[in-house]
Every structure is written in C-alpha cells, then in structure tokens.
C-alpha cells in the first residue's frame, strides 16, 4: 500500500508517509482506513510526509476527494498536523488540503522532520520512519 500509517498511542500522535505512485482510488482507500481505525479517535497530532510520493490526479479531484471523505470526519476535532514536503507539487496539495480541513485542525507544512517533529510537540523517538 503506498499510503501507510502508524499510531503511537502513547504521544497521541499517527505518522502518514506516503510512497511511490499515489492514485486516487489510493487515496481514497487510505482516508476510509483511517477514519474507520479504532485507534484514531485518540489521536491529536499527525505527521504526513509526502517526500517519497508521486501524485496521480488532479488538484480539483484531490479538493472533491477531502472535501467528501476526510474533512466532516475530522469537524469536531481538535487536531495538529506537520506535512512533510519535498516538491512544488507536495506543496500545492498540501495548501489545497489545508484550505479544506476546519478551523479546529492546525496544519503547517514543512521540508525539515526534525522542524516538523518539534512543531507537533514530539521528542527525536517520534520522528517518521524514513
């Protein structure tokens, strides 16, 4: 799967990295995963690093995408994401991705973990695998 997360339970925090070739159909599996995985609804913070993916659709699919599976989900919740980029690219959707969330998400996008990791509150053992 080139979308995977992790959760550490213990910092409240899930670590998204997304790798390869990214599609739609991708995407759209990963958010319905997530959202329906018991162990996100303690989770406050999330780290999404981007840097290893290629992206396979279009910037209004991906707005239509959000807009339909992830940002009612997330409505009601307090919540703090870092995003990891590497590319113009990443930044586009990462902005379009912030402009879609609601006000009770803060995301920040970054080029450095280690900026990125601070940022959310955690220690150098939560940084994203590489």
């Known amino acids: 799967m080139p979308i995977t ?6 910092a409240g925090i899930v670590f998204v990295t997304w790798q390869g070739t990214i599609s739609m159909d991708e995407l759209v599996r990963h958010y319905s995963a997530l959202l329906k995985d018991e162990a996100f609804s303690g989770i406050s913070r999330a780290l999404t690093d981007l840097r290893g993916a290629t992206l396979e659709f279009s910037g209004v699919e991906f707005w239509r995408t959000i807009d339909d599976h992830y940002r009612e989900a997330v409505e009601r919740k307090a919540f703090k994401v870092a995003i990891l980029v590497a590319t113009e690219e990443h930044r586009k959707y990462a902005g379009i991705w912030k402009t879609l969330v609601p006000k009770t998400v803060m995301a920040t996008i970054f080029e450095d973990p280690a900026a ?6 955690g220690d150098q053992d939560s940084e994203p695998p590489e």
Do not use: V
């Not at 997360?5 to 213990?10: K, L, P, S, T």
């Not at 990125?116 to 509150?121: P, R």
């Open 116 to 121: 990125a990791s601070a940022w959310l509150g």
């Open 5 to 10: 997360y992790r959760f550490d339970n213990e």
